[in-house]
């Protein structure tokens, strides 16, 4: 089984910035994708930004050139760094991860989700 744990969420200013983390942790011996996902009150979750393991990444066109994707593979860590943050931002922020176990098993897992609220 596999954890995944997000922590840097909270209340911030229009404008203002806030960094995500999110660390995986558990039966792991590769992570594939890494991503974050966020669904606001009444809406669907959408895909934010993801990153491979090799590094290449793609963003929602609502955050390209605001956010930023990366990850430390020793770690099995992911952020993502949200700059110029909107009001349409706010919304509930899921990290996703794609890991091989070592019996050769791939899977989906999500966190459970950390808060971000853009307000003056």
């Known amino acids: 089984q596999v954890q995944l744990v997000e922590s840097g969420g909270g209340l911030v200013q229009p404008g203002g910035s806030l960094r995500l983390s999110c660390a995986a942790s558990g039966s792991i011996f590769r992570i594939f994708t890494m991503g974050w996902y966020r669904q606001a009150p009444g809406k669907q979750r959408d895909l934010v930004a993801r990153?491979?393991?090799?590094?290449?990444?793609n963003y929602a066109d609502s955050v390209k050139g605001r956010f930023t994707i990366s990850r430390d593979n020793a770690k099995n860590t992911v952020y993502l760094q949200m700059n110029s943050l909107k009001p349409e931002d706010t919304a509930v922020y899921y990290c996703n991860a794609d890991v091989g176990n070592l019996v050769g098993a791939r899977n989906n897992y999500w966190g459970q989700g950390t808060q971000v609220t853009v307000s003056s």
């Open positions: 990153i491979t393991n090799g590094g290449s990444t």
